[in-house]
């Protein structure tokens, strides 16, 4: 169970920094503040469920000890 979260934590921050780029390069070029709008939103979704995974596993995990 554990490393299965270890991987869906993994996966959800490589999806965080896919949204991030894809907002930069959106601004960049100078494209649709709607669409900024809407990534922004999903990249603070994926990185409250990123932090939300860490934390469970921390807390599965003893915390580190």
């Not at 669409?35 to 979704?45: E, T």
């Amino acid at each position: 169970m554990e490393t299965f979260l270890y991987y869906l934590i993994l996966v959800v921050m490589a999806a965080v920094v896919f949204v991030l780029f894809r907002g930069l390069l959106n601004m960049m070029r100078g494209g649709s503040g709607n669409l900024s709008n809407k990534l922004m939103q999903m990249r603070v979704l994926l990185q409250f469920v990123a932090v939300v995974l860490i934390v469970v596993v921390l807390w599965l995990t003893g915390g580190g000890r």
